[in-house]
């Protein structure tokens, strides 16, 4: 929960207590303290005309923990296949094992895997040099109501032609888990 509180809202509620602090020393005529308590009020006031400049209102603690500690991306080994299927041309991307990791949403009746967070899909495209999507995608069979297309996901309005991820199941021994993962990307253009 502290990760989605902005650092706006940090530095506005230590300013307030330090002021609080402030009121409480010269009321009880603590002069010893009264340096400390200007300079932590000033530090916050400070900190917040810097979060106003920077337009940082809303960054949270999450963001600036991803500032300072970026987090590593994985080079995936994979191959690439090339091909035409009727008029369409495709290039495929297949990946070996370790696959990149999926996470994937559920939907409200419990049958179909979504996509909604498309920062694990981005990376990998980054990795391969390709334009990131910007928005989610659902299961492509809770689309066409066809079992065949369960494990896939389509962007239609990818830049760079029709933009495929399949997935499937894989295991991680040394942890001892399995988890739904990317198998391969296709990107697919008509002629």
Not at 67 to 84: A, D, H, L, V
Not at 116 to 135: A, F, H, I, T
Not at 141 to 147: E, L, N, Q, V
Request: glycine residues 4%; positive net charge.
């Amino acid at each position: 929960m502290l990760e989605t509180v902005t650092i706006k809202t940090i530095v506005t509620v230590v300013l307030g207590l330090s002021l609080i602090w402030l009121v409480k020393i010269l009321a009880k005529k603590e002069r010893q303290n009264v340096f400390k308590a200007l300079l932590l009020s000033a530090f916050c006031v400070a900190a917040l005309v810097f979060i106003q400049n920077r337009h940082l209102q809303k960054s949270t603690i999450a963001d600036i923990k991803k500032q300072i500690f970026p987090e590593k991306i994985p080079e995936y080994k994979y191959r690439i296949e090339k091909g035409f299927s009727g008029r369409i041309h495709y290039i495929s991307y297949i990946f070996d094992e370790p696959r990149p990791k999926l996470p994937l949403s559920i939907d409200s009746e419990g049958k179909f895997l979504h996509i909604s967070d498309v920062s694990s899909v981005n990376r990998v495209l980054e990795m391969l040099g390709l334009p990131k999507v910007s928005s989610g995608v659902p299961e492509l069979a809770s689309i066409t109501g066809s079992r065949l297309h369960i494990n896939y996901y389509r962007w239609e309005d990818y830049p760079e032609g029709a933009l495929v991820v399949r997935r499937s199941l894989c295991q991680d021994i040394k942890r001892v888990e399995s988890y739904n993962c990317i198998s391969s990307i296709t990107l697919e253009k008509e002629d």
